[in-house]
């Protein structure tokens, strides 16, 4: 069963850092694209930032410039360091493991992050 464990998350203070990790199993890692979402209570799921295999990143425009993500293919892991957190980024964040074509796609439990104001 494929499975993707996220953890990092935590309560930090404006302007504080977290990085989050997320560590899959029973996929051919390396050739997925990742990604990290995040998800508010009350609110839609939103793209955060992605990495592809061959490690082109894309970024929300709200986090551009203050995430980034990272990937270890020798330890089927991906990351999400966070810096300058805002309030705003209060939310659950997922991740995302998906193979397009044919458009597989894999979920974490998610792990909560609270920046507090």
């Known amino acids: 069963q494929v499975q993707l464990v996220e953890s990092g998350g935590g309560l930090v203070q404006p302007g504080g850092s977290l990085r989050l990790s997320c560590v899959a199993s029973?996929?051919?890692?390396?050739?997925?694209?990742m990604g990290w979402y995040r998800q508010a209570p009350g609110k839609q799921r939103e793209l955060v930032a992605t990495?592809?295999?061959?490690?082109?990143?894309n970024y929300a425009d709200s986090v551009k410039g203050r995430f980034t993500i990272s990937r270890d293919n020798a330890k089927n892991t991906v990351y999400l360091q966070m810096n300058s957190l805002k309030p705003e980024d209060t939310a659950v964040y997922y991740c995302n493991a998906r193979l397009i074509p044919p458009g597989y796609t894999y979920w974490g439990q998610g792990t909560q992050v609270t920046v507090s104001s």
């Open positions: 990495i592809t295999s061959g490690g082109s990143t």
């Open positions: 029973e996929i051919i890692f390396s050739i997925y694209t």
